[in-house]
């Protein structure tokens, strides 16, 4: 093998992310496996984005994650960790396996032709990150669809933010096809300075859609057991009804859409308050 995992390593770590990663809302017993799934998943990120490997020396990396997941190689420590994280508390690997499907499909799909396309991709790429950590907290299994639609949301936000440089340094478009096409707007146009009338109302679409994602998932964090996660959900949550909102106002290309971190912590802090005092 030509390139080994850490050679596409992006360097990037849990404090980088848009959202609270293991942060110190979660108890401490739960934050070395739910970490343990970040550096697995943050390295399988990295590797499929690398904008020089080859499209075979990802997908070949990749395939050692998987096979370190199902304990057939040790040759990727990320994966060897996880492994012993997920075995010592009885945590199905299926998890970390949809996610490389996710990974695998960044290597080899560039585009999406639906909404509905978009939200099969997100069942692998972000679903499976909240219901490990479900899993992690013993919490139930009926909270997932309140899950899926807040993952689901918090990708596509991601996408959103990041659509001009995803197509830039990787020629990777999430935007569905369908809907560009209808507002007569083409993907080179992520390519430019600002965004056209037609490719602002797709991701103004874009972001409604979102907007509706996070209503179904309102109930989630009060919801939850484990007071802890509970609050941390609902942190999340608002950071991303927040985005929401401002991606229907703003234009990705040409103006800030993420939250700075006194703003981050004002919104974190007021979400976080309202989910202690709830019983």
Known sequence: MNATAADLASGKGHKDENFPVASK???????????????FARLADDIADHETAS?????????????G?????????????????????RIDPVHALDLLEAFRRDVTKLRYGS????????????????RF??????EDRALWPANDALCTALQVINHLQDCGKDHRQLDRVYLPQDMLAAAGART?????????PGLLTVIQACAERTQHLLAE??????AIRDRRLGVEVAVIQRLAVSLAARLRRRDPLSERVH??????LWLASGAALGRFVRP
């Open 133 to 138: 950590v479900l899993d992690v907290h013993g």
């Open 115 to 130: 909404w509905d396309e978009l939200i099969d991709y997100c069942r692998f790429s972000a679903n499976p990150v909240g």
């Open 55 to 67: 499209a075979d020396a990802k997908l070949e990396r990749l395939e050692a994650m998987r096979l």
């Open 188 to 196: 080179v146009e992520l390519g430019e300075d600002k965004a056209t």
């Open 217 to 222: 998932a309102a109930p989630f964090a009060r």
């Open 25 to 39: 809302l979660v108890a401490p017993q739960f934050r070395a496996p739910i970490m343990a799934f970040y550096r």
């Open 69 to 89: 997941i199902i304990g057939d190689s040790d040759a990727e420590p990320s994966a060897v960790a996880l492994r012993q994280a997920m075995a010592e508390r």
């Open 259 to 264: 939250h700075g971190k006194a703003e981050a």
